[in-house]
């Protein structure tokens, strides 16, 4: 028991690290953000979406999948989806030896549950994987909008249109939740005076 007390804790210790790990999206205090707010918010996503899905889902799962899905950024860091770079090309890989390496940090039952939640994500197949890449993107861009409009790259503009509707589309209600952060994006390049059209052909372009 006091084994598997010690194991626990050296991976909270190691799981500390996704607390400093900062991600390229700010809060609207200017702070950058940090990996486990990014879950939290996802998982409080989670909890006020859930009730209003076309097929209900099992929310623990899902709970549990976003608080681990993120994890592998303690051992590689945080890769911006836009970012060119031999480590954006090697992201799966090393994301797939990270999740070998927690797996094997834990005992074997747990380790085991952990994996699974990972392979499943991975494999997307499953209603709560897919609710979890939705809240993945949505929870990005709803962060973006509620950030300054100079923490924004313009690289950074046509993923306000091209990232949120293919993964939303499965549900209702999260394509209608897709459409409205999508709107408020739009709102907010144009506050700041960016050609919201021209955005708008280049990401459909792309």
Same mark, same amino acid.
């Given at each position: 028991m006091r084994n598997q007390a010690r194991t626990i804790l050296d991976f909270l210790s190691f799981s500390e690290r996704i607390k400093r790990e900062l991600r390229h999206s700010w809060l609207s205090d200017g702070r950058r953000e940090s990996v486990a707010e990014h879950s939290w918010q996802m998982a409080l996503m989670a909890i006020l979406v859930a009730?209003?899905?076309?097929?209900?889902?099992?929310?623990?799962?899902?709970?549990? =999948?976003?608080?681990?899905?993120? /994890?592998? *950024?303690?051992?590689?860091g945080d890769i911006p989806a836009f970012e060119v770079s031999p480590r954006q090309d090697a992201k799966r890989r090393r994301e797939a030896e990270a999740a070998l390496r927690i797996r094997d940090s834990l005992d074997a039952d747990t380790g !085991?549950?952990?994996?699974? /939640?990972?392979?499943? /994500?991975?494999?997307? !197949?499953?209603? *709560?994987?897919? /609710?979890?890449?939705?809240?993945?993107r949505l929870e990005v861009q709803v962060q973006h909008n509620l950030a300054?409009?100079?923490?924004?790259?313009?690289? *950074?503009?046509? =993923?306000?249109?091209?990232?949120l509707s293919q993964p939303c589309r499965h549900d209702?209600?999260?394509?209608?939740?897709?459409?409205?952060? *999508?709107?408020?994006?739009?709102?907010?390049?144009?506050?700041? !005076?960016i050609d919201v059209a021209a955005v708008r052909r280049a990401a459909e372009a792309a």
């Open positions: 009730p209003h899905l076309r097929r209900p889902v099992d929310l623990l799962r899902v709970l549990e =999948m976003i608080v681990v899905h993120d /994890l592998t *950024e303690a051992v590689i !085991g549950h952990v994996y699974a /939640l990972f392979l499943e /994500l991975e494999t997307g !197949g499953t209603s *709560e994987a897919k /609710l979890v890449h939705a809240l993945d300054a409009d100079e923490t924004w790259e313009p690289v *950074e503009y046509p =993923m306000v249109f091209n990232r209702p209600f999260l394509a209608a939740l897709a459409e409205l952060v *999508e709107a408020d994006g739009a709102a907010k390049m144009a506050a700041a !005076g």
